[in-house]
């Protein structure tokens, strides 16, 4: 490795001022569930134009407690595009229902509204299809009013995997969708550690997220089903709580949410640097063009999550292990964004193997750049000439 400084492929970014934030967490009344947790939710929901937002430890959680609220079950099937974190497949497995894969374009990792409608005609016999799971890959906005039409002529509902794309235009707000649901791992748009967010225009399917995200727990009078162990005399026995369906610890701390309020003041400053990254990058590449050659970034917004490439390792005569060593030798951090779920062998077990060309082809040449609003200059151009000695 060069003597230079490793540039990962990404990299959370923490000042004084989130130390101070969870500091102050540390030394309040609660380290669990507090005032943060709703603190955060109505800060998450400003920023995303929501109206409800409700938080949870992961983004896997998030998409699972969306699952959960429109009551996916055994015999349902759900459309999930194949380029995606093993997540969004994963939740619909732990509800007991079926993943359809959908291709997407080869150019950008996206499903359209073509793949949507392609992947409809395959669900099998005898299954119910609920719902669609777009995925707004690498911050890449789907083109959600297209997918939309698809949606409602089939009957069915939109939960958008926003995981990568917190700061994107409209995002959030679930326009189009029913909910969207949000990743603030350590590398994402901003940061609490591990935590999620689902968002929604829907309050009861929000009410029953917070009460899945707590084994199901509910304290609110006016629900109670056992009223002679719930009222004593017609008041509420303080101490008195139901659970009427399952759930699962799903809760995010107060000192998550602490850290996460304060990157969320931060949210437009880390859009904006990534924005300038990504246009530094577009500028330098650009005489590398066609043998590596950015993924279009659309014209809809984007989350600008992570910088991908799509490269011409054959043209190179070297495999794509080979050159991501090469450039970890360099100091430069690359991924791989991602391996088509449909691929794994857990769902070759299940629905056999599939021809999704389009996801292949993405796969088969896409890397993932260096690219985190810490990054400077400097760095952009080192990562941009280690590609260059790559390509001869």
Same mark, same amino acid.
């Given at each position: 490795?060069?003597?230079?400084?490793?540039?990962?492929?990404?990299?959370?970014?923490?000042?004084?001022?989130?130390?101070?934030?969870?500091?102050?967490?540390?030394?309040?009344?609660?380290?669990?569930?507090?005032?943060?947790?709703?603190?955060?939710?109505?800060?998450? /929901?400003? *920023? +995303? &134009?929501?109206?409800?937002? %409700?938080?949870?430890?992961?983004?896997?959680? #998030?998409?699972?407690?969306?699952? !959960?609220?429109?009551?996916?079950?055994?015999?349902?099937?759900?459309?999930?595009?194949?380029?995606?974190?093993?997540?969004?497949?994963?939740?619909?497995?732990?509800?007991?229902?079926?993943?359809?894969?959908?291709?997407?374009?080869?150019?950008?990792?996206?499903?359209?509204?073509?793949?949507?409608?392609?992947?409809?005609?395959?669900?099998?016999?005898?299954?119910?299809?609920?719902?669609?799971?777009?995925?707004?890959?690498?911050?890449?906005?789907?083109?959600?009013?297209?997918?939309?039409?698809?949606?409602?002529?089939?009957?069915?509902?939109?939960?958008?995997?926003?995981?990568?794309?917190?700061?994107?235009?409209?995002?959030?707000?679930?326009?189009?969708?029913?909910?969207?649901?949000?990743?603030?791992?350590?590398?994402? /748009?901003? *940061? +609490? &550690?591990?935590?999620?967010? %689902?968002?929604?225009?829907?309050?009861?399917? #929000?009410?029953?997220?917070?009460? !899945?995200?707590?084994?199901?727990?509910?304290?609110?009078?006016?629900?109670?089903?056992?009223?002679?162990?719930?009222?004593?005399?017609?008041?509420?026995?303080?101490?008195?709580?139901?659970?009427?369906?399952?759930?699962?610890?799903?809760?995010?701390?107060?000192?998550?949410?602490?850290?996460?309020?304060?990157?969320?003041?931060?949210?437009?400053?880390?859009?904006?640097?990534?924005?300038?990254?990504?246009?530094?990058?577009?500028?330098?590449?650009?005489?590398?063009?066609?043998?590596?050659?950015?993924?279009?970034?659309?014209?809809?917004?984007?989350?600008?999550?992570?910088?991908?490439?799509?490269?011409?390792?054959?043209?190179?005569?070297?495999?794509?292990?080979?050159?991501?060593?090469?450039?970890?030798?360099?100091?430069?951090?690359?991924?791989?964004?991602?391996?088509?779920?449909?691929?794994?062998?857990?769902?070759?077990?299940?629905?056999?193997?599939?021809? !999704?060309?389009?996801?292949?082809?993405?796969?088969?040449?896409?890397?993932?750049?260096?690219?985190?609003?810490?990054?400077?200059?400097?760095?952009?151009?080192?990562?941009?000439?280690?590609?260059?000695?790559?390509?001869?």
């Amino acid at each position: 490795m060069s003597a230079a400084k490793f540039i990962p492929y990404g990299r959370q970014s923490i000042d004084a001022e989130d130390i101070a934030a969870v500091v102050a967490a540390l030394q309040s009344d609660y380290l669990t569930t507090g005032p943060m947790v709703e603190a955060f939710e109505q800060a998450f /929901a400003h *920023a +995303t &134009g929501a109206e409800h937002a %409700v938080s949870c430890n992961s983004g896997t959680a #998030a998409l699972h407690l969306a699952a !959960l609220a429109f009551d996916l079950q055994p015999g349902d099937a759900v459309v999930v595009p194949t380029l995606t974190f093993l997540a969004t497949a994963n939740v619909v497995r732990m509800c007991g229902a079926d993943v359809v894969f959908s291709d997407v374009d080869p150019h950008t990792g996206l499903v359209t509204a073509t793949a949507l409608e392609e992947a409809l005609a395959r669900v099998p016999a005898g299954k119910s299809v609920r719902a669609a799971f777009p995925v707004h890959l690498n911050g890449q906005v789907c083109d959600m009013e297209a997918l939309s039409r698809v949606a409602v002529e089939a009957g069915i509902e939109m939960v958008e995997d926003a995981c990568h794309a917190l700061g994107a235009p409209g995002i959030g707000a679930t326009k189009y969708s029913q909910m969207a649901c949000f990743s603030t791992h350590a590398v994402k /748009a901003v *940061a +609490t &550690g591990e935590g999620g967010v %689902v968002t929604t225009a829907d309050a009861e399917r #929000a009410r029953r997220m917070r009460s !899945l995200r707590s084994h199901g727990i509910l304290r609110d009078p006016d629900r109670f089903r056992q009223c002679e162990l719930a009222f004593n005399r017609g008041t509420w026995n303080p101490w008195y709580y139901e659970m009427q369906e399952i759930g699962w610890n799903y809760r995010m701390p107060d000192i998550l949410c602490a850290l996460g309020m304060s990157q969320l003041k931060k949210l437009d400053e880390f859009s904006r640097r990534r924005r300038e990254i990504a246009a530094l990058y577009d500028e330098l590449l650009r005489p590398l063009f066609p043998a590596i050659q950015s993924v279009p970034h659309g014209q809809d917004g984007h989350g600008w999550h992570l910088y991908a490439v799509l490269v011409d390792f054959a043209g190179f005569g070297i495999s794509r292990g080979g050159a991501m060593e090469r450039l970890r030798a360099a100091g430069v951090g690359t991924q791989v964004h991602y391996l088509p779920v449909h691929r794994q062998p857990y769902y070759r077990g299940l629905y056999g193997d599939l021809h !999704l060309p389009g996801a292949d082809s993405y796969y088969e040449r896409c890397l993932s750049l260096p690219f985190f609003p810490a990054m400077s200059n400097d760095d952009v151009k080192r990562v941009v000439t280690a590609l260059r000695e790559l390509a001869g």
